[in-house]
């Protein structure tokens, strides 16, 4: 007994001692993400990989001449209220140097107005992606490694009338996410010719949404557009209108491109669905990513992996550009993948530390594409459609 | 539009989603008629009632209808666990004491369920069930036998409640719990027989929820106001009135999408909850003043 009790207090008081030696030397950022709530499926290999990234920089070498990065989590729940709650948290009482996150575009929205932009915190989001983000007035603070849907939605709409699909009935959930993209798609769908006979918006976690899709049906199409999350409202959405026959076809954003509705629906019976994403274009750091998430553990098909990692490894090069300087790291975000300098691939820490030692510039190029930041924090980028192919999507066709 | 598409996109899944909250509103009205608080841990209490049931399934590959009982019995053990650990300490303290612990209960309990069947999205039986024909009313099996079982639920409730030594205790501790304790009914024991039915209502509304649409973490959570605006529309502590809340809110929030934009489908259960306030406090059955 008196064994147990030594051991316990031995071991609680070793771990204050790592607590506080660790404690003194080491750069903390936020991880922002949608842990609890309707992208609760997709955050935990998103966190993963922002993580590996941090990881990949502790191993060679750290920060700051020898700091380690120490990441701290916070939960989001994909909703502006626990966003903020979770970002004051994590800025007020953690102190963190910058967040990477949130995942969901209503919290980045929120976060920014009142966290980030007045405490001057640099934001960083792998998926946000809502057009709004563009035009916020940030002082600069926020960027996002995934380009804004309004380019998506503009995109899938050019994609899908090309190949003749000129009817279709659009269901959004929403949201600062859902009526952005829809609002881009039905944009560009009219210009082209295209005819919406259906626009409608609906609330998530409600357990029937039949009569919003027989009003949707009304029009005539045999199109519905889903701008929705597949593990949340967009899976019972796809799963009525399919028991129902209310439509043949069914097109989604890339909030529908998750597993869910293969896994519950089963992919049999989803032949007619497709899904736009965005789509990594080959280059090596994306193999270098692919390799590595692989080999910790992930799966580099899972949606904004890439755009994850990036988030987190160009956060990296700006801090250590900024000196740990919390108030320049916002400004150097865009210095270290701005198009010009020297080219750093996802993984080529050493290379880069030396490079900002020596003085000279560097360009990040993500695994999720060259990034190349413009005034806004907003990146281009590709876009593709895919369908489900076995248990899992593939590239139908690249949309631009 | 037709009188058979009216009925088939409209008024059945209304009729479905309103048996649904009815009996999830059937506990309700019990916790608030007999315990007299409001208690918010009830739609995450059914989200534990619907996985225990998923579990079962998963474990043993029997049907989810088989499976409903055993999960009925495991949450009503649950109920019974949470008020004498939780819910007992309070009893003498003011009434929104306890409403707040339950509203602590339900955080608990969403982080058990996430903790344990993590936070995907998960069905009973995989891929798509398309509904049979009756003479023009389209109708799936399950959308028959939840409203079925609804029905027998309750029945079952009512006549339990109007012809059993019990359930005359129960409804006289509803009516004043001092008289009651006066004329001999154990009040610990009736309490403890409460927890035990609306435990296992809750497992029921969580199945037939799951059942109909998908399992997540925060599916009973999004269920509680409708199901607070049937209890208090059919009349606090009337068992039949929280049936008839619940199958009016049920079709109205579906009927609104003919004149209402649909994202403020969502909104009708606020906007009966209010106006039965306003001109009805004691809801449409008379039941008790709040």
Redesign the interface.
């Known amino acids: 007994m008196k064994l147990t009790h030594l051991v316990v207090a031995a071991s609680l008081f070793g771990s204050t001692a790592l607590v506080a030696n660790s404690a003194a030397a080491d750069v903390k950022v936020g991880l922002l993400g949608g842990i609890s709530g309707p992208i609760a499926a997709m955050a935990p290999p998103m966190i993963d990989a922002a993580k590996l990234a941090f990881a990949q920089v502790n191993e060679q070498g750290g920060v700051l001449g020898g700091q380690k990065i120490v990441t701290v989590v916070g939960d989001s729940a994909c909703n502006p209220q626990n966003g903020v709650d979770a970002a004051s948290k994590l800025v007020n009482v953690e102190q963190v140097t910058a967040l990477v996150g949130p995942h969901c575009s209503g919290p980045v929205i929120a976060v920014a107005n009142s966290v980030a932009a007045p405490a001057g915190v640099a934001l960083i989001t792998p998926s946000g992606t809502s057009p709004e983000i563009t035009g916020l007035d940030d002082k600069g603070t926020v960027y996002r490694t995934v380009p804004s849907d309004d380019y998506q939605g503009r995109a899938l709409a050019r994609t899908l009338v090309a190949q003749g699909t000129k009817n279709v009935a659009v269901a959004y959930l929403n949201n600062d996410y859902g009526s952005g993209l829809a609002g881009a798609f039905k944009a560009e769908f009219e210009t082209q010719g295209g005819k919406i006979s259906g626009y409608a918006a609906h609330e998530e976690g409600k357990a029937s949404y039949r009569t919003n899709l027989a009003e949707l049906s009304r029009g005539g199409a045999d199109t519905l557009v889903i701008f929705d999350y597949g593990d949340g409202s967009g899976l019972t959405i796809l799963r009525q209108a399919l028991e129902n026959g209310f439509f043949t076809n069914f097109v989604g954003g890339d909030g529908m491109k998750s597993d869910a509705p293969i896994k519950e629906l089963g992919a049999e019976n989803l032949t007619t669905f497709v899904a736009s994403s965005p789509m990594g274009e080959a280059s090596s750091s994306l193999d270098s990513f692919n390799k590595a998430f692989t080999a910790a553990g992930g799966s580099a098909d899972a949606i904004f992996v890439a755009n994850s990692y990036d988030a987190a490894f160009v956060l990296a090069l700006a801090i250590e550009k900024a000196g740990g300087d919390k108030a320049k790291v916002p400004a150097a975000i865009s210095a270290v993948s701005d198009g010009k300098g020297e080219a750093v691939a996802a993984g080529e820490w050493k290379k880069a530390v030396e490079l900002i030692k020596a003085g000279k510039e560097i360009d990040y190029k993500g695994a999720a594409g060259d990034l190349n930041f413009d005034a806004n924090g907003d990146v281009p980028g590709a876009y593709g459609l895919f369908s489900i192919d076995g248990e899992s999507f593939k590239l139908q066709t690249p949309m631009n | 539009?037709t009188l058979l598409?009216l009925m088939n996109?409209?008024v059945i899944?209304?009729l479905?989603?309103g048996s649904?909250y009815a009996v999830g509103a059937v506990g309700i009205t019990l916790v608030f008629g007999i315990l007299r608080f409001a208690h918010l841990a009830h739609g995450d209490l059914a989200t534990f009632g619907a996985f225990a049931a998923l579990a079962v399934v998963t474990a043993s590959g029997i049907s989810p209808w088989a499976a409903l009982p055993i999960a009925m019995a495991l949450c009503a053990l649950i109920a019974i666990g949470i008020d004498k650990v939780f819910y007992d300490y309070l009893t003498d303290r003011p009434k929104i004491i306890t409403v707040m612990a339950s509203l602590g209960i339900a955080l608990m309990l969403?982080a058990v369920i996430?903790v344990i069947w993590g936070?995907?999205?998960?069905?009973y039986s995989?891929?798509?069930?398309?509904?049979e024909n009756y003479w023009g009313l389209?109708l799936?099996d399950r959308e028959i036998f939840t409203m079925l079982a609804m029905f027998a639920i309750v029945g079952v409730l009512w006549v339990f409640l109007q012809k059993t030594k019990w359930g005359k205790a129960m409804r006289a501790m509803s009516d004043n719990p001092d008289l009651a304790l006066l004329s001999g009914v154990d009040n610990r024991r009736t309490t403890m027989l409460t927890w035990a039915i609306v435990g296992a209502l809750c497992a029921a509304s969580g199945f037939f929820?799951g059942l109909?649409?998908?399992l997540?973490?925060?599916?009973g959570w999004?269920?509680l106001l409708p199901m607070f605006a049937a209890a208090i529309l059919g009349g606090v502590g009337r068992v039949e009135g929280a049936v008839l809340g619940g199958l009016v809110v049920g079709v109205a929030?579906?009927?609104s999408?003919?004149v209402l934009?649909?994202?403020y489908?969502?909104a009708m259960a606020f906007v009966i909850l209010l106006l039965i306030l306003l001109v009805r406090p004691t809801g449409l059955l008379k039941g008790k003043l709040l």
Do not use: C, H, W
Request: glycine share 4%; charged share 30%; hydrophobic share 40%.
């Open positions: 539009m598409e996109f409209y899944p209304g479905v989603l649904i969403r996430q936070v995907d999205t998960e069905t995989r891929g798509l069930v398309r509904p389209r799936r929820l109909n649409t998908e997540k973490a925060l599916m999004t269920m929030e579906e009927l999408v003919l934009p649909s994202e489908k969502a």
